[in-house]
Nanobody
Framework: EVQLQASGGGLVQAGGSLRLSCAASGSTFDDFSIGWFRQAPGKEREEVAC????????IYQDSMKGRFTISSDNAKTTVYLQMNSLKPEDTAVYYCAADLGSWCYNGRAYFRMLSTWGQGTLVTVSS
């Protein structure tokens, strides 16, 4: 059973960068798709990015495209979310999640049922 550990959050000024990591334990990410999600205070959790079990990647929102990149290490033990040109509206707790198969395009209702979630890492972007 895979377990996830998210890290890399912190306080950064607007325009800065952070790289979040989602590390697997108990298993590699073979056959898993891994997603990043975020939840800002008072808001619904939203999808950020996903890397599928086939290696396809998606950045879900137009506001993040060109600024965020998702990638995986060759050993398939860690998935990264590189966030550049950060804005105050990117402030949120960021979570990674994993489940078997290719589900990156299945939609928010499906994402709520993903089997494994990391504990979240807080990103705060100051203006």
């Amino acid at each position: 059973e895979v377990q996830l550990q998210a890290s890399g959050g912190g306080l950064v000024q607007a325009g800065g960068s952070l790289r979040l990591s989602c590390a697997a334990s108990g298993s590699t990410f073979d056959d898993f798709s891994i997603g990043w999600f975020r939840q800002a205070p008072g808001k619904e959790r939203e999808e950020v990015a996903c890397i599928s079990s086939r290696g396809d990647t998606i950045i879900y929102q137009d506001s993040m495209k060109g600024r965020f990149t998702i990638s995986s290490d060759n050993a398939k033990t860690t998935v990264y979310l590189q966030m550049n040109s950060l804005k105050p509206e990117d402030t949120a707790v960021y979570y990674c999640a994993a489940d078997l198969g290719s589900w990156c395009y299945n939609g928010r209702a499906y994402f709520r049922m993903l089997s494994t979630w990391g504990q979240g890492t807080l990103v705060t972007v100051s203006s």
